[in-house]
C-alpha cells in the first residue's frame, strides 16, 4: 500500500494534471477558434521533443484519416480554453474525469480546437471526490453534446474486469493532449500494473512513459483477442516522488463503472426524447 506521504504527492500532481485555465462563463454560441493563429512556436517545437523521451508518438493531423485514435478529443471551458481531453463513447456523449468539469466544461473538438462543438449538459459521479491524501474517487464524468458526430466511431466501453494476478503485464495504450498535443504510448511502454485495494483505478507502469499536465479525461485502451480495443480507463492522475520522479499514472477503470455509464446514457436519451 501507498504511505500517506506517497498519496499526498499524487494529490499534489493531480491538481496540475488539468491544463490551467480561468473558469467557465455561460456562453449559447459555438465558435470556431482562431485558425490564424501560428501554434508551432519554440515552445511547441519543445514540447514535441521532450515527448520522445518518454518514449510516445506525436498526432499531427488530428482528426484526419492519419489520426488513429479520432475518438480521443480535447475538451474546453466556456471561455474556448483547453483544460484537458475525453473520450467519444456514443455519437452524442464523451465521458473525461470528473475534476476537469469542476469549473464547467463549455466545448469539444476532435480536430485540435479549430472546430468547438457544445456541450448540451454534463454529468458528474455522484461519489467523485478529489479528497486530500488520497487518489481521487469516482473521477469520471459525462458529457452530453448538443450534436451528434456521425463520422467518427465511437471506442467500446470495456466490460472485462482487471485482474491484478492475469493481467499485469498486459500491454495498453494511453492517449490524451498532454501539453495540448495530442500523443500516445508507444510500443510496450504502457502496460497494467495493478489497482491498489479498495480503489477504483487502474495504474500504469513503464519506464519511459506516464500521463502529462492535459492528459486528464484521456483514454486508456486495451486491446483484445477476440473483439475490438476498448476503453479501459480514463485517465486520472499520477504519482510522484519527491524527488521527482514519476512512480505510476493511473486511471479510473471503466468496467467497475459500467453500470453508470450506461443507464445515465439511457436517462438521458429518454429525458431528451421527452423534451422534443
Known sequence: MESPRLRFFAKFILALLVIVSSGCASSSTTTPQNTNEPWFDDTTFSAIADKSKINKGVIFDVGSSNDPFPYVCSVFNCEERIVGSGVLIRQDVVITAAHCNISPLGFVSFDGGVT????????????????????????????????????????????????????????????????GIK?????????????????????????????????????????????????????????????????????????????????????NEKITEKNK
Request: charge should be negative.
Open 116 to 179: 468547438l462543438l457544445e456541450i448540451k449538459d454534463s454529468l458528474d459521479h455522484p461519489r467523485f471526490s478529489m479528497g486530500f491524501f488520497s487518489s481521487p474517487e469516482s473521477d469520471i464524468s459525462l458529457l452530453f453534446l448538443e450534436e451528434s458526430i456521425d463520422d467518427i466511431t465511437p471506442i467500446l466501453l470495456s466490460t472485462k474486469p482487471l485482474d491484478p494476478r492475469k493481467n499485469r503485464g498486459m500491454k495498453m495504450v494511453a492517449i490524451g493532449f498532454g501539453d
Open 183 to 267: 500523443s500516445f504510448t508507444l510500443g510496450s511502454s504502457c502496460w497494467y500494473y495493478g489497482t491498489m485495494e479498495g480503489e477504483d483505478t487502474l495504474m500504469w507502469q513503464g519506464s519511459t512513459t506516464h500521463a502529462e499536465f492535459g492528459d486528464s479525461g484521456g483514454a486508456v485502451i486495451r486491446f483484445n483477442y477476440d473483439s475490438p480495443p476498448s476503453l479501459c480507463g480514463v485517465i486520472s492522475s499520477l504519482l510522484m516522488s519527491r524527488k521527482g520522479t514519476v512512480i505510476h499514472s493511473s486511471a479510473t477503470r471503466i468496467d467497475l463503472y459500467y453500470k453508470w455509464i450506461v443507464e445515465n446514457i439511457d436517462n
